[in-house]
């Protein structure tokens, strides 16, 4: 069955950095486009990024342009968020999601109601 499992979340100062990964199984990762989302609390869930498989496009929203970094590693079949600069307004737990009817390409990858499956969230706090 498909997973989506997210790990690397913790506690940073602002400014710092975290790494968070996404491992995916139960389906061929080299097809398909992932996305991360982050939901704080008493918000939406909001789409941050969106890596594409057909040609490693990235895709971002505007607040974390220019400091997070989408990456995939399709024989590890794993997923990255590099998050540099962190600050305190990116406190949530986060997410990866999958569409399937996606196929390779983010064209909507911030319609939440559009994702098939996600991960079981890793939490990231940015606080002095």
């Known amino acids: 069955q498909v997973q989506l499992v997210e790990s690397g979340g913790g506690l940073v100062q602002p400014g710092g950095s975290l790494r968070l990964s996404c491992a995916a199984s139960?389906?061929?990762?080299?097809?398909?486009?992932i996305s991360w989302f982050r939901q704080a609390p008493g918000k939406e869930r909001e789409g941050v990024s969106c890596?594409?498989?057909?040609?490693?496009?990235?895709y971002y929203v505007d607040s974390v342009k220019g400091r997070f970094t989408i990456s995939r590693d399709n024989a590890k079949k794993m997923v990255y968020l590099q998050m540099n600069s962190l600050k305190p307004e990116d406190t949530a737990v986060y997410y990866c999601?999958?569409?399937?009817?996606?196929?390779?390409?983010?064209?909507?990858?911030?319609?939440?109601?559009?994702?098939?499956?996600w991960g079981q969230g890793t939490q990231v706090t940015v606080s002095s």
């Open positions: 999601g999958l569409v399937f009817r996606y196929g390779s390409s983010c064209p909507r990858f911030r319609r939440s109601y559009e994702y098939d499956y």
């Open positions: 890596i594409s498989s057909s040609d490693g496009s990235t």
């Open positions: 139960g389906f061929t990762l080299d097809y398909y486009a």
